[in-house]
T-cell receptor
């Protein structure tokens, strides 16, 4: 399996521009998570989906951020308009949600390093 | 709510030294516990896990034991190598909620010097 695939790996943009980050989860996984990592705030959960449905978006910092999962094999995180404080590494992770309380191992992509100038 | 607390870093050790990174948690129910590792420029990857009290997770010479009485899951390794330099995250899942969500600690940076 190729693992979780994120694109692009690096993104440099100017303040005010729209940014779209992409994620392809592991085939067969039914949960998908978007995280943001910065030196100041560490690893933050932004939003997660189960079976393509957003379950909790309380971590999304503000209305400029939106996420979609149109099907089981693709998700996007969009920032519009972008600001310098959005500069961070954004990770996508996927897992298999099971019944009966089995351990939920999340598999992470390599991340997208976003720089907003 | 559920939470995870790790010892602050960075932790700096010489090669072949003994490593302990402390992790304690607060949770309702019976969570599973994890250690993830993040090497420079990469995403997080699972290092080891334990799903019930007294379980010991182990991988690549690292070990951690699920201690329900002290709500702890400390990471240990008997002899660290330079290649172990990374950020280590302790995490828990709430098996009862069945959402797949993990609660991560803030991460502990380990630097191993030759």
């Amino acid at each position: 399996d190729a693992g979780v695939i994120q694109s692009p790996r690096h993104e440099v943009t100017e303040m005010g521009q729209e940014v779209t980050l992409r994620c392809k989860p592991i085939s067969g996984h039914n949960s998908l998570f978007w995280y943001r990592q910065t030196m100041m705030r560490g690893l933050e959960l932004l939003i997660y989906f189960n079976n393509n449905v957003p379950i909790d978006d309380s971590g999304m910092p503000e209305d400029r951020f939106s996420a979609k999962m149109p099907n089981a094999s693709f998700s996007t995180l969009k920032i519009q308009p972008s600001e310098p404080r959005d500069s961070a590494v954004y990770f996508c992770a996927s897992s298999t949600r099971t019944s009966g309380g089995a351990a939920n191992i999340q598999y992470f992509g390599a991340g997208t390093r976003l720089s907003v100038l | 709510g559920n939470s995870v607390t790790q010892m602050e870093g960075p932790v700096t050790l010489s090669e072949e030294a003994f490593l302990t990174i402390n992790c304690t948690y607060t949770a309702t129910g019976y969570p599973s516990l994890f250690w993830y590792v993040q090497y420079p420029g990469e995403g997080l990857q699972l290092l080891l896990k334990a799903t019930k009290a007294d379980d010991k997770g182990s991988n690549k010479g690292f070990e951690a034991t699920y201690r329900k009485e002290t709500t702890s899951f400390h990471l240990e390794k008997g002899s660290v190598q330079v290649s172990d330099s990374a950020v280590y995250f302790c995490a828990l899942s709430d098996n009862g909620s069945n959402t797949g969500k993990l609660i991560f600690g803030q991460g502990t940076t380990l630097q191993v010097k030759p």
